[in-house]
């Protein structure tokens, strides 16, 4: 097997001291698509963000490492500074976000805006607007040469994904982290950009980090789930185990309140109970107050990540190996 892209081993964050990540670790392979999945607040940007620093000063980041072995070399983004930091982020390991409205400069031509993340990272060489032309038919734009000197406002919002995802392609990234992209897009456009990501990911043996707190979205995607509660990976397996042999409650009731999935009809459940706030996790397993199956234990102490078969893992006190 290849060496993975990227290793990352427990990755705390915290917040005003308020752990909101607690040791997450994972792995991803080159040209793998690993989601991370679980309802909001659980920490999944946090995570995605701690790998290249981009999360406010007053956050608090640790890890044992995160190795990313890229082209140019292997590099253990927790011990690098700052500024040697900055030549992997949009280079090696690109970001887009939920909202493209919000990513894209208002002000700047879509042209503009691509050729500036060429030129950060020395990709700006020769016919430059060839090159962006390029990227805006990649990524699925049509008539791309006119809309060099558009504004993202005379785009829809699928379009502007797309821009945002050329800008993205443009620092020629090994590995894509995908925060939430489709959610503010409609379903048919939704699975179009979804689409898209596979594509590229297969022209290009680009690797991406797909985020969402929809398992259904990512089901299709994805080689791998890691599946987040409360600032912990709860479970983490390839695809079809997490969706054909779920072992964590959390996991299955994430399941059972996406349509159509693992079951051919009946009703959507929703998952009672909130998720506790971070300055509410207490020592027992943070799932706790929301588990059908939970007992004494569950609420004295925290449950380990175990290996419930091979290559999958599942944090519970209630399941056993079936190695
Ligand atoms: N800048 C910040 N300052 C203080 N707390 C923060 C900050 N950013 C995030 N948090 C807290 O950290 C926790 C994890 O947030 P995060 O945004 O990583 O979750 P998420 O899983 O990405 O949620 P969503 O699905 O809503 O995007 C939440 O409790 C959130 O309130
Ligand atoms: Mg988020």
Redesign the pocket.
Known sequence: MSKPLLEAENISVAFNGAEVVSQVSFSINPGEVLALVGESGCG??SVSLALTRLLPPQAQISADHIRFHSRSGSVDLAAVSNRQLRKYRGGGIAYIFQEPSVSLNPVMTVRSQIAEVLELHGNGQGDLDKTIIELLSQVGIPDAKNRLKAYPHELSGGMQQRVMIAMALAGDPELLIA??PTTALDVTVQAQILELLDSLRKERGMAILL?SHNLGVVSALADRIAVMYAGRIVEHACTRAVIDSPFHPYTRALLAAVPQLGRACGRLQTIPGMVPLPSEYGKGCRFAGRCQECQKKCLESSPVSIEIRPEHFCSCFQVEPKL
Do not use: L, Q, R
Request: net charge negative; glycine share 0%.
């Open positions: 999944k940007s925060d939430e985020i």
